[in-house]
């Protein structure tokens, strides 16, 4: 049973557009939520990451919504960029302060210049 | 960079073989986890482990141990390896402070023939 749930494997976005990569989550408990980003060949890199207390963490091209009442939270790229073609994971540690996070099975970002 | 270190990166192994993997990490964390990646499942947790000797298993741990006898050491062995533990091994770490982040290694490409 998944608690982290990113129900689109793929996503294409024309270079300077917007993307939008998707996240549920089951667990009402958790209160934090990270994104991490995979290019091909290497280890998955930290992005950006969103306490419950806020509904929107921005960094740059790169801003999460969180949604609590939903269960959603989003990462929104703007504008995308050839470079962000990448797979993205959605993360959530246990509830309670835990260190073991429960991630979302990934979006595969295409960017088309 | 965080300093991990995954060895080795690739493997090519028969069925029935053991196989161990080592992470090495300079950055002094505390916990460490090992994680496979396979195609639609996203990253899957095998074991972590929250100090030196204390280890727990993940949602995958069949077929899999660990140990960790220094803190900058974590090691999986595949006693027996099957065809099913073909896969890309991610070593992880986190723990600095309050921060949920994890940094991972460059990835272990292991094929079971």
């Known amino acids: 049973d998944q608690q982290v749930k990113q129900n689109s494997p793929s996503l294409s976005v024309q270079e300077g557009r917007i993307s939008i990569l998707n996240c549920d989550y089951t667990n009402s408990m958790f209160d934090y939520f990270l994104w991490y980003k995979k290019y091909p060949a290497e280890g998955p890199t930290f992005l950006i990451s969103i306490s419950s207390i806020k509904d929107k963490n921005e960094d740059g091209r790169f801003t999460v919504f969180l949604n609590k009442s939903a269960k959603h939270l989003s990462l929104h790229i703007v504008p995308s960029q050839p470079g962000d073609s990448a797979v993205y994971f959605c993360a959530a540690p246990a509830a309670g302060g835990s260190y073991i996070p429960t991630f979302g099975r990934g979006t595969s970002l295409i960017v088309h210049p | 960079d965080a300093g991990i270190t995954q060895s080795p990166r690739h493997k090519v192994t028969e069925t029935g073989t053991p196989v161990t993997l080592r992470c090495h990490q300079t950055?002094?964390?505390?916990?460490m986890y090992w994680y496979r990646q396979d195609p639609g499942h996203g990253l899957r947790l095998i074991h972590y482990s929250y100090g030196v000797k204390d280890t727990d298993k993940g949602e995958v741990s069949d077929g899999y141990s660990v140990s960790r006898s220094k803190t900058e050491d974590f090691l999986l062995t595949l006693e027996s390896a099957t065809s099913s533990q073909t896969s890309v091994y991610f070593c992880a770490i986190s723990g600095a402070g309050s921060s949920y982040e994890q940094y991972f290694g460059p990835g272990t490409r292991l094929t079971v023939t």
């Open positions: 950055e002094n964390h505390r916990y």
